[in-house]
């Protein structure tokens, strides 16, 4: 591969890139929806493709040469030498939430993500892809039912909402040693906004009402580790043992915080400060995350993965800082993120020429997920289980893969909302073969 060509194609993938982000950032007034993702830089997105989700998320241990897998770096060398790989996806969530008898529905759609991958050597590849890392979405209002207050100040109620994202943008590199052994290293640039106001009205014109809120510029960059082992198991059959770990990541930006208080003849700035993240007295960050992930592939026809993943965040400040904080009747803390995942794929023949329906993927899931906050002492969990497919369009391992997401977050009790879901994910794979030689002119 030339120099010049490899310029393009960067150039090339450095574009997409860009417009991919333009399609994120003009997207919705929400790119996710929850009211758990009022704390800290909201809601963690699950990672991976379309074609991870279908099986619960995994991909630590994943190794297919069919489909991109950007969840471990060490996983770019699974491919043919010389090919070009590209993903790109969809997903759209579904969510209702209950609490106290009432119940209340959102939907929302967005472009999920983006990677692109080539070969460097024989045994080095490189990827590059862009993926939303965490969304804050939420909105609801609540009213003052104290007869003090009522008699005093009129009807009072409260409005919160906010709204935003985190995105990574990331370039990935592996090698190979000896077929057995896959290493790659990953650099991390997370980049985002995020929006939260508050607002406090009385119905008696006597009384200011009070706005109040932030605004957070953040990025931070980070790096992340992969390796994973493959060995092989009589004929055609393999275990493949990985792991990763994502280092901690100082969150660097720009925090506004303000309060304004608004009466019937004028409006009063009573606060209005911006802090330099980087030299904040309460300094924030994302922290370590540790991944290692087990599969088993039967002759290419089967495979079942599972994986497992752990992050601590205790020490990242966010139940301190000023805009990650959540202040209010409740007390949300940050604490220890889990979350065990398992999958499972089938192809019943790959090289069926008499029945289509035998050569499409098919992909079951389940996952079991601990916040990285508590509420109220109380840890948010998730469950779920997935399914989906890969039906092969064209030529090679050009495909459209598709995942549905069933599942719940946390429940009624103890004032809590519960959330159940159903998400659609929709993924387009794309594979060529690049940088051949013609053998005749």
């Given at each position: 591969m030339s120099g010049k060509t490899l310029g393009r194609l960067l150039f090339s993938a450095a574009a997409i890139l860009l417009a991919e982000f333009a399609v994120f950032a003009q997207s919705g007034a929400y790119s996710g929806y929850t009211?758990?993702?009022?704390?800290?830089?909201?809601?963690?997105?699950?990672?991976?493709?379309?074609?991870?989700?279908s099986m619960g998320g995994v991909g630590i241990a994943g190794r297919n040469r069919r489909y991109l897998n950007y969840m471990n770096p060490a996983a770019v060398t699974a491919r043919d030498t010389l090919s070009f790989m590209a993903d790109m996806s969809l997903q759209q969530n579904n969510k209702v939430f209950h609490q106290n008898g009432i119940r209340s529905v959102n939907n929302t759609f967005n472009v999920n993500d983006l990677a692109l991958s080539f070969p460097v050597y024989k045994t080095a590849a490189m990827m590059v892809g862009l993926a939303p890392y965490s969304s804050t979405g939420y909105a609801y209002t609540s009213e003052v039912e104290s007869t003090d207050v009522l008699s005093k100040a009129g009807s009072t109620s409260y409005v919160a909402?906010?709204?935003?994202?985190?995105?990574?943008?990331?370039?990935?590199?592996g090698v190979m040693f000896r077929d057995r052994l896959s290493i790659g290293v990953e650099g991390i640039q997370y980049f985002g906004n995020i929006d939260k106001a508050n607002t406090l009205s009385f119905g008696n014109s006597a009384y200011s009402n009070i706005s109040s809120g932030s605004k957070l510029i953040l990025r931070s960059t980070s790096a992340k580790f992969g390796l994973q082992y493959e060995q092989p198991v009589g004929t055609g059959s393999s275990i493949v043992a990985g792991a990763t770990c994502s280092l901690k990541s100082k969150i660097r930006g720009f925090a506004t915080n303000y309060e304004i208080s608004s009466g019937a003849s004028q409006n009063d700035t009573l606060r209005y400060v911006t802090d330099t993240l980087k030299y904040a007295s309460q300094r924030v960050s994302i922290p370590t995350?540790?991944?290692?992930?087990?599969?088993?592939?039967?002759?290419?026809?089967?495979?079942?993965?599972?994986?497992?993943?752990?992050?601590?965040?205790?020490?990242?400040?966010?139940?301190?800082?000023?805009?990650?904080?959540?202040?209010?009747t409740s007390?949300?803390?940050?604490?220890?993120?889990?979350?065990?995942?398992?999958?499972?794929?089938?192809?019943?023949?790959?090289?069926?020429?008499?029945?289509?329906?035998?050569?499409?993927?098919?992909?079951?899931?389940?996952?079991?997920?601990?916040?990285?906050?508590?509420?109220?002492?109380?840890?948010?969990?998730?469950?779920?289980?997935?399914?989906?497919?890969?039906?092969?369009?064209?030529?090679?391992?050009?495909?459209?893969?598709?995942?549905?997401?069933?599942?719940?977050?946390?429940?009624?009790?103890?004032?809590?909302?519960?959330e159940r879901f159903i998400n659609f994910s929709v993924g387009f794979n794309i594979f060529d073969y690049w940088f051949q030689k013609a053998r005749y002119n």
């Open positions: 009211p758990y993702s009022i704390f800290g830089i909201g809601e963690l997105g699950s990672q991976g493709s379309a074609y991870n989700r909402q906010g709204q935003g994202s985190i995105y990574k943008l990331f370039v990935s590199a995350e540790w991944g290692v992930g087990i599969s088993y592939n039967h002759r290419n026809k089967w495979r079942v993965e599972m994986d497992y993943t752990r992050s601590d965040w205790t020490g990242s400040g966010m139940s301190e800082a000023e805009g990650f904080a959540v202040s209010g007390r949300i803390t940050a604490t220890n993120s889990e979350s065990l995942r398992a999958g499972f794929e089938i192809v019943p023949n790959r090289n069926d020429v008499r029945y289509f329906y035998k050569r499409c993927a098919y992909r079951v899931g389940a996952y079991y997920d601990k916040s990285y906050y508590l509420m109220d002492g109380n840890q948010v969990k998730a469950y779920g289980i997935t399914f989906g497919g890969t039906i092969p369009v064209f030529r090679y391992y050009n495909g459209i893969s598709f995942a549905v997401d069933f599942g719940q977050r946390a429940s009624t009790a103890g004032n809590m909302i519960r």
